[in-house]
T-cell receptor, first 112, second 115 residues
Framework: AQSVTQLGSHVSVSEGALVLLRCNYSSSVPPYLFWYVQYPNQGLQLLLK??????LVKGINGFEAEFKKSETSFHLTKPSAHMSDAAEYFC??????????FGAGTRLTVKP | SQTIHQWPATLVQPVGSPLSLECTVEGTSNPNLYWYRQAAGRGLQLLFY??????ISSEVPQNLSASRPQDRQFILSSKKLLLSDSGFYLC??????????????FGEGSRLTVL
């Protein structure tokens, strides 16, 4: 069975600062990895995904993530935070058959 | 593209009352459908998933049930709500068979408060 652990339930950064949200996964098969964003009282929106190929994945809104098999990690980064990035972010892993498991989420706060 | 409608968006119900949350999807036929619950301060818990009409798998024993009467309709129900059933319920759609990429598409959610 697969699972993900998100390190840090809350992350606070200043506007313009680097955003780093951490995710480690566990999977018995080559994983598909995802980052989703959730704004208040809304559903989840896909930011980016890794399936196969290039390990550095670029997503929407300037976010990117790097799949590191040796570290079983899939951390999400953005060089410069915007106020509009304040939201909850979820890392997820899939076993390629549609069984997706989510981390507990990281709430990102952006300070002016 | 996948469009997912959830109804109602918000609901306040007394303990012991019944529940029915509806999810309808557009786009691909024979989708995999999922119900997740998001409780305050917690991540997403998979409640039910369905790979076809009348086919429901439950992840955890609970006070809830699900049904799939039509290909693109997924219903979450309860006969008697508990306080612990409060939360944000999300319906999600995946392509049949999980698809190559395995991503899920989410509805806007239904917020249930049980008093």
């Amino acid at each position: 069975a697969q699972s993900v652990t998100q390190l840090g339930s809350h992350v606070s950064v200043s506007e313009g600062a680097l955003v780093l949200l951490r995710c480690n996964y566990s999977s018995s098969v080559p994983p598909y990895l995802f980052w989703y964003v959730q704004y208040p009282n809304q559903g989840l929106q896909l930011l980016l995904k890794y399936t196969t190929g290039a390990t550095l994945v670029k997503g929407i809104n300037g976010f990117e993530a790097e799949f590191k098999k040796s570290e079983t990690s899939f951390h999400l980064t953005k060089p410069s935070a915007h106020m509009s990035d304040a939201a909850e972010y979820f890392c997820a892993v899939s076993d390629q058959g549609g069984d997706m498991r989510f981390g507990a989420g990281t709430r990102l706060t952006v300070k002016p | 593209s996948q469009t997912i409608h959830q109804w109602p968006a918000t609901l306040v119900q007394p303990v012991g009352s019944p529940l029915s949350l509806e999810c309808t999807v557009e786009g691909t036929s024979n989708p995999n459908l999922y119900w997740y619950r998001q409780a305050a301060g917690r991540g997403l818990q998979l409640l039910f998933y369905s790979v076809g009409i009348g086919q429901i798998s439950s992840e955890v024993p609970q006070n809830l049930s699900a049904s799939r009467p039509q290909d693109r309709q997924f219903i979450l129900s309860s006969k008697k709500l508990l306080l612990s059933d409060s939360g944000f319920y999300l319906c999600a759609q995946g392509l049949a068979g999980g698809s190559i990429t395995g991503e899920l598409f989410f509805g806007e959610g239904s917020r249930l408060t049980v008093l």
